[in-house]
């Protein structure tokens, strides 16, 4: 299973985009790249996916490098609302073999 | 979107006694569940796997006696944490997937539910 690293925090302004890196040197073949968002005292929230390239969605874009040994969440915009933490999650979740190891996450914090 | 949802979201029990949580998946069949626990300031940690019909999958390190799962309906999964102590009072929390987000591997999670143990 693919380890990852992420910053512990960060600290943004309102109307900023942010840019939350993850490296994942050991990442597999069949590994997607997966980040979730959770607030305190809530499940951990579905962002986006992705497997190489770019991908965009109604709330963020992934950035993957050709190598993929990294992804950059890229959130458009930030708002108070968005202060949670953000794990970013590396593994082949088809089948049975759906185990994924989180770590800490970075802590985002939105100020006004 | 899938919606999975855990009952209680938060219980206080006395020492000794079992508690047992309920996650179900409201409009979708899970063939899949998966029970996390989350200590304060730090990351989930996979407690067991959950599939319809048969027994759990325990982690390493979890005791299966003292953490219950029964996964007897494809929308109903339950935790029940048995002779609690205050070392057991955590933050647990379940996820399913779909059939149809299985290739993408999508968890939907629970609300999460607290348990204090006094």
């Known amino acids: 299973l693919a380890k990852t690293t992420q910053p512990i925090s960060m600290d943004s302004y309102e109307g900023q985009e942010v840019n939350i890196t993850c490296s994942h040197n050991n990442i597999a073949t069949n590994d997607y790249i997966t980040w979730y968002q959770q607030f305190p005292s809530q499940g951990p929230r579905f962002i986006i996916q992705?497997?190489?390239?770019?991908v965009t969605n109604e709330v963020a874009s992934l950035f993957i490098p050709a190598d993929r040994k990294s992804s950059t969440l890229s959130l458009p915009r930030v708002s108070l609302s968005d202060t949670a933490v953000y794990y970013c999650l590396v593994g082949d979740m088809t089948g049975n073999n759906r185990k994924l190891i989180w770590g800490l996450g970075t802590s985002l914090a939105v100020n006004p | 979107g899938a919606v999975v949802s855990q009952h209680p979201s938060w219980v206080i029990c006395k020492s000794g006694t079992s508690v047992k949580i309920e996650c179900r998946s409201l409009?979708?069949?899970?063939?899949?569940m998966f029970w996390y626990r989350q200590f304060p300031k730090q990351s989930l940690m996979l407690m067991a796997t959950?599939?319809?019909?048969?027994?759990?999958?325990?982690e390493q390190g979890v005791e299966k006696d003292k953490f219950l799962i029964n996964h007897a309906s494809l929308t109903l999964s339950t935790l029940t944490v048995t002779s609690a102590h205050p070392e057991d009072s955590s933050f647990y929390i379940c996820?399913?997937?779909?059939?149809?987000?299985?290739?993408?591997?999508?968890?939907?999670f629970g609300e999460g539910s607290r348990l204090t143990v006094l």
């Open positions: 992705g497997y190489k390239t770019k």
């Open positions: 959950s599939n319809e019909g048969s027994k759990a999958t325990y």
């Open positions: 996820s399913a997937t779909t059939v149809a987000a299985e290739n993408t591997g999508e968890l939907f």
């Open positions: 409009d979708f069949q899970a063939t899949t």
